[in-house]
């Protein structure tokens, strides 16, 4: 009884209690939220594609961060760094085809999903033989990155919103909507989506699989480089960035592995979930001590939940099976 | 010209099934187990120091093993069965747990019996996590399994009755003998813990050979292929999958143990990561799927191979410092990964097998 | 077809290299062989590389100003662990038939590893104030040292500075003081001291535990702050977690002044990352940053400008790079203490570990080395591994590390007992824990 009290009332109690907290832990739970969808959209952008679950999405997350941040500290001026670091991802894209998933074409997918645990070692040896194995301070200022925050009186009490995460927030709509235009209105889009629907048939009209591969990585990677930039602005560039990669990874089992919507609704969903879990509802029901730090597993739970009752994701596509 | 068969024959159903039916392969096996048991004396013997001796078993050869057996748990699962799992870590650490819990409660027991015994503990727990496995298929799957790995982790650091309240956080492995030898513990030599995990790994081999010949291993084989298929054949997917993750478990969490008991003498949970569950799964993929022989030479390119990079500049006398070793050894591990892949997807196994029937044909070329 | 040879010819090759291990070189004779197991590399590579480069300029200095110790050359050899447990205990492996005098493992885990292995191999094990706060009790672990404090007297020296700024000890009661930790062993070591402390003073104890995979993801552990208000943070966290902390804290608006970091939390760029609203944060530390010290000069001088150092010219004197000086001060005090003990030029482990139960470096030293001011007096006994020395409080000013207390006495009173209790437990968990029979030198 007291258990059931605990999960029914006892969070929504504390919740109405403090409604400036809830509404602060709702919009840490919406930022954290997109950008977890920030890097799910990279490996949806690349599973859509080539069927590749690409691992190699986080290190090329913190990759994209230390070649801005290295650039700018040789001395080159913020936004040519951007640009260079630009170039960087096409030409990373370029050589993951040529040696990797060219040589790997119709091979089962896990061995592609081997193949970009490879790529993700050599990157994380290559990155830190050229930049160091140094955490960086991202050049957000530079970049013209707003800082500080936004105080709004709400309940009675304060709701401060981090100018950084309102950006991040209208950057990863603003790349969404992008994106969601090149693949509707564009001819490369459209090429991307025949490629995503079948191979096959995608060649026989003459598609080019391999330079649809190139622009998709190359996609993944600015996706990556953006990423970069925000969660390097809300701590540092780091080689501990790519554990964040993980977190991901719920995010794209509840959204589905093929839907851009659905990475951004499974991101917002495990975001606020994870956030309200951690805050009001762990400490209710596994008591104080116990009930903290739950964050590492909590996200996996809920997907896991919704995956019981949709296997293929909220928006995946359904799984039909034949013999 | 020397590796072939003509001239032997079959004359039993038996017979023709064994799992190393040539007689050359018999030879073959027979030195390999001499090898391993003579290896502890090679430093008695005056072929390499002492610490060379020391080195090559308590750095090399136990870990080795204690690897192999964990990929062959995730092998049995993966490779046989079709379930991709990330969580081998959290079973591996379930595993260390119950063996530190029981030879607490119970310090009398022989440590052996309660390492195997600890197996059972973690076949439990990786049933219990193998349930959604009956809904949920592929990359799906193994994103399932992460809860494992990250919750079963959170365990080992929160619940400080798994750790007997240590003040450490982390579990250490108290003296125990087997016959008066010390078997666990400082005091315990490489050469009496190199014979005891030697002894368990080639025996859990052994049965998992018999496993996956036999009606269990066909079982898992045709789920793998396509389980609707097999189901319509009359498989019971419930109890094969879930014999798949007891038996996986079971192996990894003797992994585990041996990991914990016979090689550290100790742990953090952090012993336990994610990265060693990523760890396995390479050893599995480059190694071989569903090959038991593969698993072996997976744990041995990917955890000595890095090794022996390490050791090479130093011995060829380049001046390299030891962080640019490092990167190099990733970008070189990540680039072997990739490159055997491009080579031989299914691994060094079908390898090894190309290479045995190249032995038979030769010196012809068919 | 001749791809798949290759790939055949690789596959043996690596098989066979893995067998075929090369041998160990030995080191010269008439060397000390002193082992760095450093890590350049990992995710705690921002905290692990000046400190490593600390510890390999300072002997590199002694060697090439004073020709090594005692007219004996050090060979200094580094071997990377990555901060993973794995890689230590084989970088041990690896270099334990050199003949080493001490170890320094650099990451709690290696260190909880190779606890039992010293004993029995020999070779003393220095984890300065970090690794097992228990094996300072030296009766249960003569060959383990971890001067010059614990983490518990990290954080009773914190508490004492709380009162000190609130007014004294009686002002505690009632207070809210948060313990911002990686969830981790390493993270959670003050617990049961702060727990003891908070019963007595009675001030409420708040946990935010940081699991390791979200310590650049630490949102919902400054809601919860948010919620609670603690007065103080006492901050144990390592690598990417502090940098995160400093920032989040400043978004949160928690005041950056009450924010207390453990001495591993008091990096330069832990603090940098935070910006100019980073002013203010403080950490324990147990010597000084900065480049104005004799003993940093003769660095600079010895192995910095004739391109022996690593480490970025401008960068030399951060605070963990000094931290590494600090620490191979000690290593290197402890070999001339154990030539001065048995009389010999080149010393073993086992003469080493006499030479730290005999430590005792003065104010008079301390100025002898080029360190005046640099840190505190050192002092260890056959019993007390640790000393449970004075540690300072500094604060960030915003560019560098300031002192901005005196030198504060941990509440060694409290400290002590619990640190006997725990050697004790440890020893009797660990059934066959060998009895300390290890003689004891008169300090000289």
Same mark, same amino acid.
């Given at each position: 009884?007291?258990?059931?009290?605990?999960?029914?009332?006892?969070?929504?109690?504390?919740?109405?209690?403090?409604?400036?907290?809830?509404?602060?832990?709702?919009?840490?739970?919406?930022?954290?939220?997109?950008?977890?969808?920030?890097?799910?959209?990279?490996?949806?952008?690349?599973?859509?594609?080539?069927?590749?679950?690409?691992?190699?999405?986080?290190?090329?997350?913190?990759?994209?961060?230390?070649?801005?941040?290295?650039?700018? $500290?040789?001395?080159?001026?913020?936004?040519?760094?951007?640009?260079?670091?630009?170039?960087?991802?096409?030409?990373?894209?370029?050589?993951? $085809?040529?040696?990797?998933?060219?040589?790997?074409?119709?091979?089962?997918?896990?061995?592609?999903?081997?193949?970009?645990?490879?790529?993700?070692?050599?990157?994380?040896?290559?990155?830190?033989?050229?930049?160091?194995?140094?955490?960086?301070?991202?050049?957000?200022?530079?970049?013209?990155?707003?800082?500080?925050?936004?105080?709004? &009186?709400?309940?009675?009490?304060?709701?401060?919103?981090?100018?950084?995460?309102?950006?991040?927030?209208?950057?990863?709509?603003?790349?969404?909507?992008?994106?969601?235009?090149?693949?509707?209105?564009?001819?490369?889009?459209?090429?991307?989506?025949?490629?995503?629907?079948?191979?096959?048939?995608?060649?026989?009209?003459?598609?080019?699989?391999?330079?649809? @591969?190139?622009?998709?990585?190359?996609?993944?990677?600015?996706?990556?480089?953006?990423? +970069?930039?925000? @969660? +390097?602005?809300?701590?540092?560039?780091?080689?501990?960035?790519?554990?964040?990669?993980?977190?991901?990874? &719920?995010?794209?089992?509840?959204?589905?592995?093929?839907?851009?919507?659905?990475?951004?609704?499974?991101?917002?969903?495990? +975001?606020?979930? $994870?956030?309200?879990?951690?805050?009001?509802?762990?400490?209710?029901?596994?008591?104080?001590?116990?009930?903290?730090?739950?964050?590492? @597993?909590?996200?996996?739970?809920?997907?896991?939940?919704?995956?019981?009752?949709?296997?293929?994701?909220?928006?995946?596509?359904?799984?039909? $099976?034949?013999? | 010209?020397?590796?072939?068969?003509?001239?032997?024959?079959?004359?039993?159903?038996?017979?023709?099934?064994?799992?190393?039916?040539?007689?050359?392969?018999?030879?073959?096996?027979?030195?390999?187990?001499?090898?391993?048991?003579?290896?502890?004396?090679?430093?008695?013997?005056?072929?390499?120091?002492?610490?060379?001796?020391?080195?090559?078993?308590?750095?090399?050869?136990?870990?080795?093993?204690? #690897?192999?057996?964990?990929?062959?748990?995730?092998?049995?699962?993966?490779?046989?069965?079709?379930?991709?799992?990330?969580?081998?870590?959290?079973?591996?650490?379930?595993?260390?747990?119950?063996?530190? %819990?029981?030879?607490?409660?119970?310090?009398?027991?022989?440590?052996?019996?309660?390492?195997?015994?600890?197996?059972?503990?973690?076949?439990?727990?990786?049933?219990?996590?193998?349930?959604?496995?009956?809904?949920? %298929?592929?990359?799906?799957?193994?994103?399932?399994?992460?809860?494992?790995?990250? #919750?079963?982790?959170?365990?080992?650091?929160?619940?400080?009755?798994?750790?007997?309240?240590?003040?450490?956080?982390?579990?250490?492995?108290?003296?125990?003998?087997?016959?008066?030898?010390?078997?666990?513990?400082?005091?315990?030599?490489?050469?009496?813990?190199?014979?005891?995990?030697?002894?368990?790994?080639?025996?859990?081999?052994?049965?998992?050979?018999?496993?996956?010949?036999?009606?269990?291993?066909?079982?898992?084989?045709?789920?793998?292929?396509?389980?609707?298929?097999?189901?319509?054949?009359?498989?019971?997917? #419930?109890?094969?999958?879930?014999?798949?993750?007891?038996?996986?478990?079971?192996?990894?969490?003797?992994?585990?143990?041996?990991?914990?008991?016979?090689?550290?003498?100790?742990?953090?949970?952090?012993?336990?990561?994610?990265?060693?569950?990523?760890?396995?799964? #390479?050893?599995?993929?480059?190694?071989?799927?569903?090959?038991?022989?593969?698993?072996?030479?997976?744990?041995?390119?990917?955890?000595?191979?890095?090794?022996?990079?390490?050791?090479?500049?130093?011995?060829?006398?380049?001046?390299?410092?030891?962080?640019?070793?490092?990167?190099?050894?990733?970008?070189?591990?990540?680039?072997?990964?990739?490159?055997?892949?491009?080579?031989?997807?299914?691994?060094?196994?079908?390898?090894?097998?190309?290479? %045995?029937? %190249?032995?038979?044909?030769?010196?012809?070329?068919? | 077809?001749?791809?798949?040879?290759?790939?055949?010819?690789?596959?043996?090759?690596?098989?066979?290299?893995?067998?075929?291990?090369?041998?160990?070189?030995?080191?010269?004779?008439?060397?000390?062989?002193?082992?760095?197991?450093?890590?350049?590399?990992?995710?705690?590579?921002?905290?692990?590389?000046?400190?490593?480069?600390?510890? =390999?300029?300072?002997?590199?200095?002694?060697?090439?100003?004073?020709?090594?110790?005692?007219? *004996?050359?050090?060979?200094?050899?580094?071997?990377?662990?990555?901060?993973?447990?794995?890689?230590? !205990?084989?970088?041990?492996?690896?270099?334990?038939?050199?003949?080493?005098?001490?170890?320094?493992?650099?990451?709690?885990?290696?260190?909880?590893?190779?606890?039992?292995?010293?004993?029995?191999?020999? !070779?003393?094990?220095?984890?300065?104030?970090?690794?097992?706060?228990?094996?300072?009790?030296?009766?249960?672990?003569?060959?383990?040292?971890?001067?010059?404090?614990?983490?518990?007297?990290?954080?009773?020296?914190?508490?004492?500075?709380?009162?000190?700024?609130?007014?004294?000890?009686?002002?505690?009661?009632?207070?809210?003081?948060?313990?911002?930790?990686?969830?981790?062993?390493?993270?959670?070591?003050?617990?049961?001291?702060?727990?003891?402390?908070?019963?007595?003073?009675?001030?409420?104890?708040?946990?935010?535990? *940081?699991?390791?995979?979200?310590?650049?993801?630490?949102?919902?552990?400054?809601?919860? *702050?948010?919620?609670?208000?603690?007065?103080?943070?006492?901050?144990?966290?390592?690598?990417?977690?502090?940098?995160?902390?400093?920032?989040?804290?400043?978004?949160?608006?928690?005041?950056?002044?009450?924010? !207390?970091?453990?001495?591993?939390?008091?990096?330069?760029?832990?603090?940098?990352?935070?910006?100019?609203?980073?002013?203010?944060?403080?950490?324990?530390?147990?010597?000084?940053?900065?480049?104005?010290?004799?003993?940093?000069?003769?660095?600079?001088?010895? !192995?910095?400008?004739?391109?022996?150092?690593?480490?970025?010219?401008?960068?030399?004197?951060?605070?963990?790079?000094?931290?590494? *000086?600090?620490?191979?001060?000690?290593?290197?005090?402890?070999?001339?203490?154990?030539?001065?003990?048995?009389?010999?030029?080149?010393?073993?482990?086992?003469?080493?570990?006499?030479?730290?139960?005999?430590?005792?470096?003065?104010?008079?030293?301390?100025?002898?080395?080029?360190?005046?001011?640099?840190?505190?007096?050192?002092?260890?006994?056959?019993?007390? =591994?640790?000393?449970?020395?004075?540690?300072?409080?500094?604060?960030?000013?915003?560019?560098?590390?300031?002192?901005?207390?005196?030198?504060?006495?941990?509440?060694?009173?409290?400290?002590?007992?619990?640190?006997?209790?725990?050697?004790?437990?440890?020893?009797?968990?660990?059934?066959?824990?060998?009895?300390?029979?290890?003689?004891?030198?008169?300090?000289?």
């Amino acid at each position: 009884m007291e258990l059931l009290y605990n999960i029914f009332v006892g969070p929504f109690a504390e919740m109405a209690r403090a409604p400036d907290l809830l509404v602060q832990t709702l919009w840490e739970g919406l930022v954290s939220g997109v950008l977890y969808a920030l890097i799910a959209l990279g490996f949806v952008l690349i599973f859509k594609a080539s069927g590749v679950f690409n691992f190699a999405q986080g290190i090329m997350v913190v990759f994209a961060g230390l070649t801005l941040v290295g650039l700018y $500290e040789a001395g080159v001026p913020a936004f040519l760094a951007l640009l260079i670091t630009i170039g960087v991802m096409f030409a990373l894209a370029v050589c993951i $085809e040529r040696a990797v998933l060219r040589p790997l074409v119709n091979q089962p997918d896990i061995i592609l999903f081997m193949a970009t645990f490879g790529l993700t070692y050599f990157l994380i040896g290559f990155g830190e033989l050229v930049f160091g194995g140094n955490p960086k301070v991202m050049i957000a200022d530079e970049l013209y990155l707003p800082k500080g925050a936004v105080d709004l &009186p709400m309940f009675g009490g304060l709701v401060s919103l981090q100018k950084i995460d309102i950006a991040a927030a209208v950057i990863a709509s603003a790349m969404v909507a992008g994106l969601a235009v090149f693949f509707q209105k564009t001819r490369i889009g459209r090429a991307l989506r025949a490629v995503a629907d079948s191979h096959k048939a995608a060649l026989s009209v003459g598609i080019s699989l391999n330079q649809i @591969w190139v622009i998709v990585w190359f996609t993944a990677g600015i996706v990556a480089l953006a990423t +970069g930039i925000m @969660w +390097g602005a809300r701590s540092d560039v780091s080689f501990a960035l790519q554990i964040i990669a993980l977190k991901a990874l &719920p995010v794209l089992i509840l959204g589905g592995f093929t839907s851009v919507p659905g990475a951004i609704v499974g991101g917002l969903i495990i +975001g606020i979930g $994870e956030k309200l879990g951690e805050f009001y509802f762990a400490p209710a029901i596994l008591g104080s001590a116990l009930g903290r730090g739950v964050e590492s @597993w909590l996200a996996y739970f809920i997907a896991l939940a919704f995956l019981l009752f949709r296997p293929q994701g909220l928006f995946g596509e359904k799984i039909i $099976e034949r013999i | 010209m020397f590796y072939r068969e003509a001239g032997q024959f079959k004359t039993t159903y038996a017979a023709d099934m064994a799992v190393f039916p040539i007689l050359q392969d018999k030879i073959g096996i027979a030195v390999i187990v001499a090898a391993a048991v003579l290896l502890p004396f090679l430093g008695a013997a005056g072929i390499v120091s002492p610490q060379t001796q020391n080195f090559l078993l308590q750095v090399v050869a136990i870990p080795f093993l204690i #690897f192999s057996l964990a990929s062959i748990g995730l092998n049995l699962l993966t490779g046989y069965t079709g379930l991709l799992s990330l969580g081998t870590a959290g079973f591996m650490g379930v595993g260390a747990y119950a063996c530190y %819990k029981l030879t607490t409660y119970f310090p009398g027991v022989n440590i052996i019996v309660w390492v195997l015994a600890s197996g059972f503990f973690a076949a439990g727990i990786g049933v219990v996590f193998g349930l959604p496995s009956l809904r949920i %298929k592929g990359f799906y799957l193994a994103v399932a399994t992460l809860a494992a790995q990250f #919750f079963l982790q959170w365990c080992f650091i929160r619940i400080p009755w798994l750790y007997n309240e240590n003040a450490s956080g982390a579990i250490e492995v108290p003296q125990r003998t087997l016959l008066g030898v010390p078997v666990t513990g400082p005091t315990a030599t490489a050469e009496t813990r190199y014979f005891v995990v030697l002894a368990i790994v080639a025996g859990l081999t052994w049965i998992a050979s018999n496993l996956v010949h036999g009606r269990i291993g066909r079982s898992w084989m045709a789920v793998r292929d396509m389980d609707i298929a097999a189901e319509l054949m009359g498989i019971k997917l #419930f109890d094969t999958k879930l014999l798949a993750f007891a038996v996986s478990s079971f192996y990894c969490g003797v992994a585990g143990a041996l990991l914990v008991f016979l090689w550290y003498g100790g742990a953090e949970p952090e012993v336990f990561s994610i990265n060693q569950s990523f760890l396995i799964l #390479f050893m599995v993929i480059i190694g071989g799927l569903g090959s038991l022989v593969g698993s072996y030479f997976g744990a041995a390119l990917i955890y000595i191979l890095p090794i022996v990079l390490r050791l090479l500049p130093e011995s060829l006398g380049i001046p390299i410092g030891g962080a640019t070793i490092e990167h190099l050894t990733f970008m070189i591990v990540g680039a072997l990964i990739i490159f055997f892949l491009i080579v031989e997807p299914h691994g060094l196994a079908r390898l090894w097998q190309i290479g %045995k029937q %190249k032995l038979r044909t030769w010196p012809f070329p068919y | 077809m001749s791809l798949r040879r290759i790939a055949i010819g690789a596959a043996a090759a690596a098989l066979l290299g893995g067998t075929a291990l090369t041998t160990v070189p030995a080191a010269a004779q008439e060397t000390i062989y002193v082992p760095l197991l450093t890590y350049r590399t990992g995710p705690f590579a921002g905290s692990g590389i000046p400190i490593a480069d600390g510890m =390999h300029d300072y002997l590199r200095m002694l060697n090439e100003r004073d020709g090594g110790i005692g007219g *004996v050359k050090l060979a200094i050899e580094e071997c990377e662990t990555g901060y993973d447990t794995k890689k230590g !205990v084989e970088c041990y492996e690896a270099t334990k038939g050199k003949n080493p005098v001490m170890y320094n493992p650099y990451s709690t885990g290696i260190t909880l590893q190779l606890i039992p292995k010293a004993a029995v191999d020999k !070779v003393p094990l220095l984890s300065m104030a970090y690794g097992l706060s228990a094996s300072a009790d030296g009766t249960v672990f003569p060959w383990i040292f971890n001067p010059p404090a614990t983490y518990w007297d990290g954080a009773s020296v914190f508490i004492r500075y709380v009162a000190e700024k609130e007014g004294g000890f009686n002002k505690l009661k009632g207070k809210k003081i948060g313990l911002l930790h990686l969830d981790a062993p390493y993270g959670k070591e003050p617990i049961p001291l702060l727990e003891n402390l908070a019963r007595q003073y009675e001030f409420e104890l708040k946990l935010y535990p *940081v699991p390791a995979q979200d310590m650049q993801n630490q949102g919902s552990v400054w809601l919860n *702050v948010r919620r609670d208000r603690p007065d103080w943070i006492y901050l144990q966290g390592w690598g990417a977690m502090n940098p995160t902390a400093v920032k989040e804290a400043v978004k949160a608006g928690f005041p950056i002044g009450k924010l !207390v970091g453990v001495w591993w939390a008091g990096g330069d760029d832990d603090a940098r990352a935070g910006g100019p609203e980073a002013k203010g944060y403080k950490s324990l530390d147990f010597h000084a940053a900065g480049a104005d010290f004799p003993v940093i000069k003769d660095i600079q001088k010895h !192995v910095v400008d004739k391109g022996l150092s690593k480490y970025p010219k401008d960068k030399i004197g951060d605070n963990l790079y000094n931290r590494g *000086v600090y620490n191979s001060m000690l290593i290197a005090e402890a070999i001339r203490n154990a030539q001065k003990v048995t009389g010999k030029k080149v010393v073993t482990g086992e003469e080493v570990r006499r030479g730290l139960e005999t430590l005792n470096i003065t104010e008079a030293r301390l100025k002898e080395l080029g360190m005046e001011g640099f840190a505190a007096p050192v002092r260890v006994s056959c019993e007390d =591994h640790n000393g449970h020395h004075k540690v300072y409080v500094a604060e960030w000013d915003g560019t560098k590390w300031t002192k901005s207390t005196d030198w504060i006495e941990p509440m060694k009173d409290k400290v002590r007992p619990l640190i006997e209790a725990a050697a004790k437990d440890y020893a009797a968990k660990n059934t066959g824990w060998p009895k300390r029979t290890e003689t004891c030198d008169r300090p000289s």
